[in-house]
């Protein structure tokens, strides 16, 4: 039912045409430069057939594995591609029942795609993605964020913003491409789980897909009813709202009661960078929202751990969360937990590591420990110190590894507490990579972009991409599959050449 062909640039590679024959069916080939491949339904149904997944995934590996593959030119691959549409809704009723705005005071926006599936059980599954873009840490940076021409877009829902931000393939549209929405551009920021294509995203590809566009500064997390007054420039009285949280709960209830999830049986909540902090803070918060559906949460790059070379860092993101009054907009369990020990949940409960330790939803951890963002956001190491980026990567792993998969580590001993601050957590999983790169990982192969600047990186562990190894995971969870594997680290030398694509050198 699912056909396509492969184009080699240049012939004679006897290697990658191995690799190829070992797909289930066979391939066709056509000619010395061209093969085509069928894939049997066994390959999104049977995981649990450790034989059969191993021989029907041989293609796709090869896809994300071998640099020298493409499919077409540019321009056949083009008109191969099914557009990934998904409409705009400005939620203007929401600014009045629930205080719900972006930073200069616009309605809060949110994309959606509903499903077109013939698949009963996948129109009852949906991927909401909170969209990412970094902090405004203090007042005047959330200022410069809402009003700046070229920056307003993360602090506004005004179409003038989205058409002046540099990611903007095309002008705004009440229904547009996911590729070509700043700051998402499909697969290099939004990730591979809004990507419509079977092959690379076997998890979510016919679901319902939700964007939610990012326009608070502070992860989605305000509260803060007092509408603050700044001046800019040579206005005055110019207004600054922080209602994050408000926005996310306004989200929540339009998809809920407007969009149908109220039936939904699964539900991924990610999200990139400043969206996947986001999603540590507020998975909790979507399952207890949404009782009868299977939450799981998926946060990408959002993993800023804390570094004692940079301790501005954690001090920014608590000036920032009292100044929205985030207070409600943080992780509850470790807000309740914070107080109850009379400790301050600003300082608690803002770094994902600590947020971790509390939350008791199902949590599939996507990340680089070598993220040169993350590097110079949380530390004052130089990505060129190798000896320091090493120290740095044995921590950020130790730290995954203990928190996230709650494993005893030895460079980080168990806390007699850690264990008693979560009775009840979910299950736990992580695809951790060493490809220096800020999110896109997610092996989709895109290519997009002037000078291909919004492509995104083929990063394969062991031959399994991301949306390979979420779905094993996935299976494991629903089969009670104990012996599944749940941990994919990329253990390469750092600096890692080829480990963005396809590579482990």
């Not at 179409?159 to 903007?168: G, L, R, T």
């Not at 992860?219 to 603050?228: E, F, I, K």
């Not at 290519?447 to 990186?457: A, Y």
């Not at 089969?479 to 480990?499: F, K, M």
């Amino acid at each position: 039912r699912r056909s396509i062909t492969l184009r080699l640039r240049s012939t004679g590679h006897p290697s990658i045409k191995s690799v190829l024959r070992t797909a289930v069916p066979p391939p066709q080939e056509v000619d010395d430069s061209r093969i085509i491949l069928r894939a049997p339904r066994s390959i999104y149904m049977s995981l649990d057939r450790t034989a059969i997944m191993a021989s029907c995934v041989a293609f796709v590996v090869a896809l994300a594995f071998v640099p020298r593959l493409v499919v077409g030119t540019a321009q056949e691959m083009e008109q191969m591609l099914v557009p990934n549409l998904a409409e705009a809704h400005l939620l203007t009723d929401y600014v009045d029942s629930h205080g719900a705005r972006c930073l200069d005071g616009s309605p809060p926006m949110v994309w959606v795609q509903r499903s077109q599936s013939t698949v009963e059980a996948s129109r009852l599954k949906w991927y909401i993605h909170l969209q990412g873009g970094g902090w405004c840490l203090n007042e005047d940076d959330c200022v410069k964020r809402a009003y700046t021409v070229n920056n307003c877009y993360l602090g506004s829902s005004n179409v003038s913003c989205f058409n002046a931000h540099p990611m903007a393939l095309k002008p705004f549209n009440k229904t547009m491409d996911f590729r070509d929405i700043p700051a998402v551009n499909n697969a290099r920021w939004a990730g591979g789980l809004v990507v419509n294509n079977a092959l690379t995203n076997p998890v979510s590809h016919d679901w319902n897909k939700v964007e939610v566009h990012y326009c608070d500064g502070g992860s989605y997390s305000g509260v803060n009813d007092t509408v603050g007054v700044v001046s800019l420039g040579n206005r005055t009285n110019v207004p600054i709202y922080y209602r994050g949280l408000r926005i996310l709960e306004a989200v929540l209830d339009f998809l809920t009661t407007k969009q149908g999830m109220s039936t939904a049986t699964t539900v991924l909540l990610g999200g990139d960078s400043a969206g996947g902090l986001g999603t540590f803070w507020h998975l909790d918060m979507f399952r207890a929202a949404l009782p009868n559906a299977h939450v799981i949460g998926v946060p990408d790059s959002g993993y800023f751990i804390g570094s004692a070379t940079k301790p501005s860092w954690p001090q920014n993101l608590q000036y920032m969360a009292r100044m929205m009054n985030a207070s409600r907009g943080l992780d509850q369990s470790c807000v309740a937990h914070s107080r109850q020990h009379n400790q301050d949940p600003y300082v608690e409960c803002t770094l994902p590591e600590n947020v971790t330790q509390h939350i008791t939803t199902d949590l599939f951890v996507m990340n680089s420990r070598t993220d040169p963002t993350n590097v110079h956001i949380t530390t004052s190491i130089d990505v060129g110190n190798v000896s320091a980026m090493l120290a740095y990567t044995r921590g950020f792993v130790a730290s995954v590894e203990h928190v996230v998969l709650r494993r005893q580590h030895r460079d980080r001993p168990v806390h007699p507490e850690s264990s008693a601050a979560t009775p009840s957590a979910g299950a736990r999983g992580a695809f951790i990579t060493a490809c220096a790169e800020h999110c896109g990982q997610w092996a989709q192969g895109q290519v997009l972009g002037v000078n291909g600047n919004l492509d995104d990186f083929n990063v394969t562990i062991n031959r399994v991409t991301a949306p390979m190894a979420l779905q094993v995971w996935m299976h494991s969870l629903s089969s009670n599959t104990q012996a599944a594997p749940s941990y994919w680290l990329q253990e390469a030398p750092y600096p890692c050449v080829h480990c963005c694509n396809g590579g482990s050198e």
